[in-house]
């Protein structure tokens, strides 16, 4: 569930808001995870979500 909005506009950042549920597919040693989120993958910072499982 992210915390917060997040929508930086970089090409490969994923674009969601505050309460959406992401699909994480990838977590980066960098602290960066992957995800999916209505069919669009990309890029965001780990700590902008919390796991609900």
């Known amino acids: 569930v992210a915390l917060y909005s997040y929508d930086t506009g970089k090409p490969g950042d994923l674009v969601f808001q505050e309460g959406d549920i992401i699909y994480v597919t990838s977590k980066n040693e960098d602290g960066w995870y992957e995800g999916v989120l209505n069919g669009e993958k990309g890029y965001f910072p780990g ?4 796991s609900t499982a």
């Open 47 to 50: 700590n902008y979500v919390e």
